[in-house]
Each structure stands twice: as structure tokens, then as C-alpha cells.
């Protein structure tokens, strides 16, 4: 995963053609340390505009969304969010992750119960959907806008908050529904 860390290194090691292989780990052989790394290394590989485009193609996001699921470890559910995110940077990655069922493990993920690693890997791949119209609404019928604004409360670590408001003001740009629902929810909060 340290490897893929770096741009360079990360066109290279696409080049020798080792992502195909990073999803394949990331199925239901493999132990779960061994795909926190795949899902690590695929996070930062996704960095890379090009490889978004190849790793969705080599079948990952399926595969990123089961490590999202209710029981799996949290360095698990952190990582797989994580490549998530990334590859939400890439509008038809927008598209595929919603349509495999993304956005609701992803909400369920902001809860209290989700350590704030977690917390932050779902926040932010929630906001990078939420660049897409569509996925905005689906966003908010999921329930992530009044989790999202308790995540800004004073129990939550400066990082989560910061991607939380970040998300927000994400699904309130250009969706008037949403900023209702934003306004609605600190209301709620608040009194």
C-alpha cells in the first residue's frame, strides 16, 4: 500500500498491471488483512485520474461496497469507504457506485457506533458522490443529512466535522431540498 502512495509509483504500478489483481484480493477468499491492504492500496492508487477509470473497470466497486457492510472490521469498512471516495472523484464512478448500492452502507457508516476513521472515509465519499445531481437526492433519502449534522456537534473529533460540513454543503449546493433539510435538521439539534 506505502507504494502506491506516491504518483509516480502509482502510474507504474497500474503499468505493470497490478490492480486487476489488488480487486481480485479484495473478494471472498482473502482474509480481511489482506484486504484492508488491497483496499488501501486501490484507495491510493485511485489518487490518479486514470487509474479511477481502470480500477472501476477491473470490477472493484462491487467489491468496495461489501467491505462497507455491518460486520466487517472498521479498518476494513476505513479503507474500503476510502477507495470509495476516490474513485467518486470520476462522475461515471458517481453513477456505478450509486447504482451498486454505495450510498446506503455509506450513511449507515456515519453513525456513533462507526469510529471516527470510518466516520471520516464514509463522510467523504458521500461528498464526492454528491457532486452528481442524482446522487444528492438519493443521498438525503438515505438519512445522511441529520447524521451528517450531528457529526458538526461538539462530541465529534475537528476532522469529522470538517468533512461532514464539507458534505453538506456539497448536498445543499444547487438542491433546494436539501438546504431545507440541512436548516431542519441543526433546528432539530439545536433545541
Known amino acids: 500500500m506505502n507504494l502506491a502512495n506516491n504518483a509516480e509509483n502509482g502510474v507504474t504500478i497500474a503499468a505493470a498491471g497490478a ?25 491510493n492508487l485511485a489518487v ?19 467491505l462497507l457492510q455491518q460486520g466487517c472490521p472498521p479498518e476494513v469498512q476505513y479503507r474500503g ?16 457506485i450509486a447504482a451498486a448500492g454505495a450510498i ?11 469510529p ?17 445531481a442524482d446522487n444528492k437526492v438519493i443521498i438525503a433519502a438515505a438519512g445522511a443529512i441529520p447524521l451528517l449534522v450531528q457529526l458538526l456537534g461538539p462530541g ?3 476532522d469529522v466535522q470538517r468533512i ?9 449546493d444547487r438542491n433546494a431540498d436539501n438546504r431545507v433539510a440541512t436548516a431542519a435538521s441543526r433546528r432539530g439539534i439545536s433545541e
Open 81 to 96: 469507504a476510502g477507495a470509495l471516495g476516490n474513485l467518486a472523484a470520476n462522475s461515471d464512478n458517481q453513477v456505478a
Open 116 to 132: 471516527p476513521d470510518v466516520q471520516i472515509g464514509a463522510t467523504t465519499a458521500l461528498m464526492n458522490l454528491a457532486f452528481s
Open 164 to 172: 461532514a460540513g464539507g458534505a453538506l454543503e456539497q448536498l445543499a
Open 156 to 158: 465529534s473529533p475537528p
Open 104 to 114: 446506503p452502507q455509506l450513511v449507515q457508516l456515519l453513525g456513533p457506533g462507526s
Open 19 to 43: 490492480i486487476p489483481h489488488l480487486v481480485r484480493l479484495l473478494g471472498s477468499g482473502p482474509p480481511p488483512d489482506v484486504k484492508i491492504e488491497a483496499a488501501g492500496a486501490l484507495r
Open 48 to 66: 490518479i485520474a486514470d487509474n479511477r477509470i481502470t480500477i472501476a473497470a477491473a470490477g472493484s466497486i462491487p467489491h468496495l461496497v461489501q
